[in-house]
């Protein structure tokens, strides 16, 4: 397991490398308002679009349900850090951008969907004393399937690291640091 800041020096993903993409990811992939989304942005453009290298990309269904219920957030935020606000309609609009986003990432298989077997429902329940709910899915599956984690969450792979013992099967974690959010 190698942590690697996508935003210092990167210069892009393996070869045909499996990557679980964090809710943060998907959702500033999918809303124009997440502070997040310009940097998710030119990582995509730059290393994946632009790329041969051809990463694979997973989700589990807790992203999809995480991402579904905080569609809204960014929007929330960029009127707060912006102070002023937006029209209903922009609102349902990029929530409705963000929720069909989700729905042709999945329909053409630009993102999979990773099983979810009772060794990993054991393993997640075992990793709930040190990670979120989400969190303690996603490293149990990360260890289960040997692939590697995109976030933009930080603590996340700090926590991850602090138990590298209990995960020698994780792939690389990509991460960035908070002074490349827009805002």
């Known amino acids: 397991m190698q942590r690697i800041n996508f935003n210092r ?10 990557i679980f993409l964090d809710t ?7 809303n124009k308002y997440d502070s997040w989304y310009p940097t998710v942005q030119n990582l995509f453009s730059t290393h994946v679009i632009q790329s041969t290298n051809e990463p694979t990309f997973y989700v589990h269904p807790g992203i999809i349900t995480e991402v579904t219920k905080i569609a809204d957030k960014p929007l929330d935020k960029y009127m707060k850090a912006f102070n002023f606000g937006l029209s209903q309609d922009d609102i349902d609009e990029a929530i409705d951008m963000t929720l069909n986003g989700i729905t042709e990432l999945l329909e053409n298989e630009i993102i999979n969907l990773l099983d979810i077997n009772s060794t990993i429902m054991k393993r997640q329940v075992k990793y709930s004393r040190y990670f ?12 289960e399937y040997s692939i590697g984690l995109l976030t933009v969450d930080s603590a996340l792979i700090r926590n991850i690291a602090q138990k590298s013992t209990d995960f020698p099967h994780i792939g690389n974690l990509y991460y960035t640091t908070s002074h490349h959010r827009a805002y």
């Open 24 to 30: 943060c990811i998907v959702l500033a992939l999918l």
């Open 9 to 18: 020096n990167f210069l892009g993903f393996k070869t045909n490398e499996d």
């Open 132 to 143: 979120d709910a989400t969190d303690s899915l996603t490293v149990s599956l990360l260890e």
